[in-house]
């Protein structure tokens, strides 16, 4: 019964500018992508047009989500942002403005709907048979299929009931996955920390020790969270802001700037002496 409590945030913040840089000093080569999961909705994927889809069947579920393109969706960079328990895909478009954000990232932004639990995502739930972790496998294949973006920069971000979705799917689908920024996720009491089968570089953003909704301590879940990773090798960054479970909509703009830096397999770790400018100075590699 704790996954009731999971906060309807209260954000408060700005329009976003989001502008990542992606200049890591390293140039990487895109390869042909492995094989995708075959898409559990039929033999044939169907069109998947530039905002609302409808009836896109995952694992016998319509699904429905938003879809933002860029300019060039060509070789573009793919992000999965998952809103918070009590919005809507539509409340979290307008007010993280993610459909203004993929021009000017040059992104291809999923925003999909919840359909099947009382959380909005399924991180509750085991990874066999997940309806969500099914829906990503199905989103990656269609929609490489349409777009041919870079497989090598696949990302997501969230917050509280979206930013538990991308610490969970950090822990299920760190194959596919180059990076990820959750705030206010974490593991501890709702999602049960595994360890990813692949290194994957996660920036986690919390509000500190008022980072808590009822009885659930999200300030726990994330130190928890970051510990894990740590100890089981990934490289991880904290954004301690201190103002409890809440965001800024402008933080996208150096969350961006950690994905965008941190392609599939990036050798050297760009951030190994430390964040570049433009991060909040709350924010450190952890030592």
């Not at 802001?241 to 961006?256: N, P």
Request: proline share 7%.
């Amino acid at each position: 019964m704790t996954a009731l409590l999971l906060l309807t945030l209260a954000c408060t913040g700005t329009d976003t500018t989001a502008s990542g840089t992606g200049d890591t000093g390293d140039e990487i080569t895109v390869e042909p992508p492995p094989e995708f999961p075959a898409y559990s909705g039929g033999d044939e994927c169907p069109e998947l047009v530039e905002g609302e889809n409808v009836g896109f069947e995952s694992l016998e579920v319509d699904r429905r989500f938003q879809l933002f393109l860029p300019d060039e969706p060509e070789g573009a960079p793919l992000i999965f942002s998952w809103y918070p328990l009590g919005w809507t895909a539509d409340d979290w478009v307008d007010w993280m403005n993610l459909d203004d954000w993929a021009k000017e990232t040059g992104a291809i932004v999923v925003v999909p709907s919840a359909c099947c639990s009382f959380v909005e995502w399924m991180f509750l739930n085991p990874a066999t048979d997940n309806e969500d972790l099914t829906f990503f496998d199905d989103a990656l294949g269609c929609l490489y299929e349409q777009y041919k973006y870079d497989h090598k920069r696949i990302y997501s971000t969230g917050m509280s009931a979206g930013g538990l979705m991308t610490t969970y799917l950090t822990i299920h689908r760190s194959e596919w996955l180059a990076a990820a920024a959750p705030f206010s996720g974490g593991t501890e009491g709702l999602v049960v920390y595994e360890t990813p089968a692949e290194q994957i570089p996660v920036l986690i953003t919390w509000g500190g020790t008022s980072d808590t909704w009822q009885i659930y301590d999200f300030n726990a879940a994330n130190e928890a969270y970051s510990s894990e990773l740590q100890a089981d090798g990934h490289f991880v960054a904290e954004c301690d802001h201190g103002g409890g479970h809440t965001m800024q909509a402008s933080w996208l703009d150096w969350a961006w700037t950690w994905l965008d830096d941190h392609p599939k397999g990036v050798d050297p770790e760009p951030y190994a002496d430390g964040l570049p400018s433009g991060f909040p100075d709350w924010c450190e590699i952890p030592e």
